[in-house]
């Protein structure tokens, strides 16, 4: 088992939370396809998209449903500062996970996080895992205080 999947079950278990853990041999490099994957529609999957603060040094994480796409101006106002694309280099050394596994959870450095509305709407919804290859299920009213996020509108409808 990775170090990535080790941390997010690490995570969940520390919350009390037991979530599936989906173990999916195509991979999930695109919502779309981890829809597909696990038999569920595309704002069911949690996507975990990272900014990197304006002073570069530093990242933000916007969970968001699948189906949407991140306004980088909505998303900085929200965070209360200009953000920019952060390079993998960047994720891996703030989060520990590589782009295509980033998970909500198991950061390995504090991560100021916000979720998008859109994922309350549902009972489920899946979230990667650490790895290309593992989501886990949950219910998506647990991911603000699992990740100490902030509910708010960022996306582009």
Same mark, same amino acid.
């Given at each position: ?7 997010? *079950? ?18 999930? +490099? ?7 994957? @696990?038999?569920? #529609?595309?704002?069911?999957?949690? +996507? ?11 990242? @933000? ?11 980088? #101006? ?10 920019? +694309? ?5 994720? *891996?050394? *703030? ?40 989501l886990f299920a949950i219910d998506p009213r647990l991911l603000p205080g699992l ?11």
């Open positions: 088992m990775s170090k990535s999947l080790k941390r997010v *079950r690490a995570a969940l278990a520390a919350a009390d939370i037991a979530a599936e853990v989906v173990e999916l041999q195509a991979g999930t +490099k695109t919502a779309e396809a981890a829809a597909n994957a @696990v038999g569920c #529609g595309i704002d069911q999957i949690a +996507k975990s998209i990272i900014f990197a603060t304006d002073d570069g040094a530093g990242v @933000v994480l916007f969970v968001t449903a699948g189906g949407r796409q991140v306004d980088p #101006g909505l998303a900085g106002n929200l965070a209360g500062q200009t953000l920019a +694309k952060a390079d993998a280099a960047l994720i *891996r050394a *703030r989060t520990g996970f590589a782009i295509g596994g980033v998970s909500p959870v198991g950061h390995i450095h504090p991560t100021p996080s916000f979720i998008d509305k859109r994922l309350l709407d549902f009972d489920l919804v899946y979230a990667a895992a650490g790895t290309p290859h593992h990740t100490g996020g902030v509910v708010g509108e960022f996306t582009e409808i």
